[in-house]
C-alpha cells in the first residue's frame, strides 16, 4: 500500500518524530523506499559575491546534516533509504519529489510558526496537505 515513502525533514524535534514514524510505517507496510528530502528556501541574489557562495556551502553543510541526522534517527528498515536536498519552497519541493518518485505517501512532522503569519500564509504541513496528490501523514 505504501510502497514509496517521502519523509519530509527540515531537522525539528518534530520532523525527527516523523522519521520515527516513517520508520515505523516502512517497517510495517514493508515499503520498498524511504526518501528523506530536505529543502530550503532559496537564498537571495542580492547577496552577492563572495557571501553567496559562502552560504551556499553553509545551506548544503546543514541540509546534509540533517539529512544525516533523519537516516540516523530512521535506523535500519528493509527499504531503501534514499536523501534529496533541495534549494526551493519547502511546501512545494515537498510536492514536487512526491509526485516525480511516485510517493504513495507523505511523512512530515507538524510545525506551526505560533504567529499572526503562520495562521495567514499557513505552514509547510499545511500547503503539503492541501496540495498533495497522495495521503499525507502529520506526526505530532
Not at 523506499?33 to 556551502?57: D, K, S, W
Not at 510545525?111 to 502529520?138: D, E, M
Given at each position: 500500500?505504501?510502497?514509496?515513502?517521502?519523509?519530509?525533514?527540515?531537522?525539528?524535534?518534530?520532523?525527527?518524530?516523523?522519521?520515527?514514524?516513517?520508520?515505523?510505517?516502512?517497517?510495517?507496510?514493508?515499503?520498498?523506499?524511504?526518501?528523506?528530502?530536505?529543502?530550503?528556501?532559496?537564498?537571495?541574489?542580492?547577496?552577492?559575491?563572495?557571501?553567496?557562495?559562502?552560504?551556499?556551502?553553509?545551506?548544503?553543510?546543514?541540509?546534509?546534516?540533517?539529512?544525516?541526522?533523519a537516516v540516523e534517527t530512521v535506523g535500519?528498515?528493509?527499504?531503501?533509504?534514499?536523501?534529496?536536498?533541495?534549494?526551493?519552497?519547502?511546501?512545494?519541493?515537498?510536492?514536487q519529489v512526491a509526485k516525480s518518485q511516485?510517493?504513495?505517501?507523505?511523512?512530515?512532522?507538524?510545525?506551526?510558526?505560533?504567529?499572526?503569519?503562520?495562521?495567514?500564509?499557513?505552514?509547510?504541513?499545511?500547503?503539503?496537505?492541501s496540495h498533495a496528490l497522495c495521503p499525507?501523514?502529520?506526526?505530532?
Amino acid at each position: 500500500m505504501f510502497e514509496n515513502i517521502l519523509l519530509a525533514v527540515d531537522g525539528s524535534e518534530h520532523s525527527l518524530h516523523a522519521a520515527r514514524v516513517a520508520s515505523a510505517l516502512a517497517q510495517a507496510m514493508k515499503s520498498q523506499t524511504l526518501r528523506i528530502v530536505v529543502a530550503f528556501e532559496p537564498i537571495p541574489v542580492h547577496l552577492g559575491e563572495p557571501f553567496m557562495q559562502e552560504t551556499i556551502n553553509a545551506r548544503l553543510r546543514e541540509a546534509e546534516a540533517i539529512a544525516q541526522k533523519a537516516v540516523e534517527t530512521v535506523g535500519t528498515i528493509s527499504a531503501a533509504i534514499y536523501t534529496d536536498t533541495l534549494d526551493g519552497n519547502p511546501a512545494v519541493e515537498f510536492l514536487q519529489v512526491a509526485k516525480s518518485q511516485n510517493s504513495k505517501v507523505i511523512v512530515m512532522g507538524s510545525r506551526g510558526l505560533g504567529n499572526v503569519a503562520g495562521l495567514l500564509l499557513g505552514s509547510t504541513s499545511q500547503k503539503v496537505v492541501s496540495h498533495a496528490l497522495c495521503p499525507v501523514l502529520i506526526a505530532r
